[in-house]
């Protein structure tokens, strides 16, 4: 049973029962708009619940207007959804048209237009969407655990990437099929989804960094994509490419190690310096393999200082002080 089923049902039961103790007829009916008025964050909530009082009460205007002019007839209520609708629309609370249509065929039940009714109407509106609202802002899960397992998921399909990229380096005739880097794509995108619900959790200064490192995994994925093309022009062994296997088994390594450890970036810088002393290729087709492979190194490098500029934005709770390579 899902969380917001628990909410809806605490909600719908609330004002259902306070509907009834303030002697609304149809008690029930605060019930529905209840119902229509949980959601998953409170952001979402406060938006929703706005959108949907405003627009019913521009729709109970509208309609009572119509019923005091034609009548109470069921071609009147076409009239309603086929005006009132665009009307709501045009006044920026289109999420509240359900809403608003609940109200107006409770009046049109009534058969009444009066004060009374009018107010009876919004009486169900705030304890119905009331209800709703209470129950969302009292309590939302932070969704940290659910964040936590999905980063310990993306770190481990890096580490399975980096090291099929250094036995790749190692034998160019090595196939390796992919499927980490989707499933790490989709990974990823789900943690940024249940990032924004988590900021969206937070009415008063929501924290940023769940956002920022699946923002980052999503930046360093892109790279990851982008040496998967350089790599396959890597079509000949060199001892180039076993030095730069080296640099990628010690990430594969570094990117489940909590901190930024550095070691593989004084590696590549070191590895850098030694490619500058070696002599020059001699053939063309060596010359096309090491500039792949530089190009590769390069690459790795933007990997790197995005892991290193990101590093302090893990959030406290978790106790994680530092973003993973």
């Known amino acids: 049973m899902g969380f917001r089923v628990i909410k809806t049902a605490i909600a719908t039961l609330m004002s259902i029962l306070i509907a009834n103790a303030v002697g609304i007829p149809s008690p029930q009916s605060a019930g529905l708009l209840a119902i229509l008025g949980v959601e998953v964050t409170r952001k979402r909530s406060l938006r929703t619940v706005t959108a949907r009082f405003f627009a019913s009460l521009v729709g ?12 109470f007839h069921f071609w009147v209520l076409a009239l309603y959804v086929l005006f009132g609708f665009p009307l709501i629309v045009k006044s920026s609370f289109k999420e509240g048209i359900v809403t608003s249509s609940v109200v107006v065929f409770r009046v049109f039940g009534s058969g009444n237009v009066s004060l009374d009714t009018l107010l009876t109407q919004i009486e169900l509106l705030v304890i119905g969407l009331g209800s709703a609202m209470i129950v969302n802002m009292i309590y939302m899960p932070t969704g940290g655990e659910q964040m936590m397992d999905i980063r310990k998921k993306v770190d481990g399909l890096f580490a399975v990437i980096f090291s099929h990229v250094g036995r790749t380096l190692r034998d160019p005739n ?9 499933e790490a794509g989709k990974a990823i995108q789900s943690g940024a989804q249940a990032s924004n619900r988590a900021m969206e959790n937070q009415l008063v200064h929501p924290d940023e960094a769940w956002n920022i490192y699946f923002y980052m995994r999503r930046e360093q994925l892109d790279l990851i994509m982008l040496m998967m093309q350089i790599i396959a022009e890597v079509y000949q062994k060199l001892p180039q490419a076993d030095l730069v296997a080296e640099l990628f088994e010690q990430l594969s390594g570094d990117v489940t190690v909590e901190q930024y450890t550095g070691r593989t970036e004084q590696l590549l810088s070191q590895l850098e310096q030694d490619f500058k002393k070696m002599d020059l290729p001699t053939t063309r087709e060596e010359f096309e393999v090491r500039s ?3 190009q590769l190194c390069r690459e790795l490098s933007l990997y790197l200082k995005i892991a290193k500029k990101n590093k302090t934005s893990v959030p406290e709770p978790e106790k994680t002080r530092a973003f993973f390579l």
């Open 292 to 294: 792949s492979i530089l």
């Open 174 to 182: 090595y196939i390796w099929n992919g499927n980490e880097i989707i």
């Open 60 to 71: 109970l205007l509208f309609a009572c207007g119509l019923f005091a002019l034609f009548g």
